[in-house]
């Protein structure tokens, strides 16, 4: 049986990296081929590498994991944030739009400045605070615009896995560091696993007659010191970390950064649910699983 090709862009980024771990037990290997990419081989901002890829690949689908996303340098580095949040996607669309591929990409809670107290919708309006979120909003609305029948675009939050840097990691080295830590809990939102992410972008492989913009995360809503508390709990119950520390609640305010970060971002992911036959993860025992790998790592 001949497969149908899966480009994956950004392969290096810990997103990249779980869908490239996670494939051999998506159940779509036997169907797909997956072509994994990372900056070196391809730069989406590249048009002539793109195209070059593309006519040398001839992908089916394309999963978009590359991004700009120091979200505070990008405060002060605007030209590139938009470059790779904004360029490269439109380049990747007008390609799959040439070539009739489906483009599967993912954008971010950032897209929202924060203003609301329950899950946000599908219908809110967008109103991002920062460089980053304006970038990843005009690569929504880039790949909208140029694939309105042929693209999904998963909105996610606070990512994190057992590869590359991301909070979780920090939290843990710091812990093992410091006799105790102060973190952030006036910010609420929901931890994601990259493995629940890519769970819902294999779901969106399978199910090629379902196109648009979808949210897509953890269910989950707690504060940045209510995930640290819970990735301390964890990793003392995995035998990862040997004592506890006190971990004191913050202000925002006490901690300041570049970028202004949004004080709500649980996203509604009912429709998510509905569309792909998917439900949502428990983000404690996605959580558990990511710190237990972590310790199987260390071993
Ligand atoms: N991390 C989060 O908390 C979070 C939250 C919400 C949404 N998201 C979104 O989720 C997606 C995956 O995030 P992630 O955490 O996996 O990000 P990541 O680990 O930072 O990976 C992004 C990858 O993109 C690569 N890249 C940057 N510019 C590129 C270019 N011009 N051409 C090709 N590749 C390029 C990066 O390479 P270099 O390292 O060499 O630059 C990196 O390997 C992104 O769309 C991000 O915006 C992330």
Redesign the pocket.
Known sequence: MVKHVVLL????????KTIQDLWPESGLAQRYELHPV??PQ????SAGEVAETFAKIKPAVVI??????AVDKAESDSENAF???QK?PEILSNCCAKSSAKLI??????VFSGAFDKPITLAQATNPAGVYGAS?RAGELAILTQLPDAAVIF??????SS??A??VKTMLRLMAERDSLGVVADQRGSP?S?AS?AAAIFKAIDKPEVNGLYHWSDAADISWHDFSVAIQDSAISAGLLKRSIPINPIKTSDYPTPAVRPSYSVLDCSDAEVDFALPQFDWRAQLDRVIQKLKDLNE
């Open positions: 862009t950004g392969a290096d980024g810990q997103l990249g990372g900056r391809l730069d989406i901002t978009n994991c590359s991004a700009y996303t470059l790779v949040n490269g990409h993912v954008s971010t809670d950032f990843k909105r996610t939050s606070w990512l994190y590869f590359n991301n909070f994601t990259t992410l």
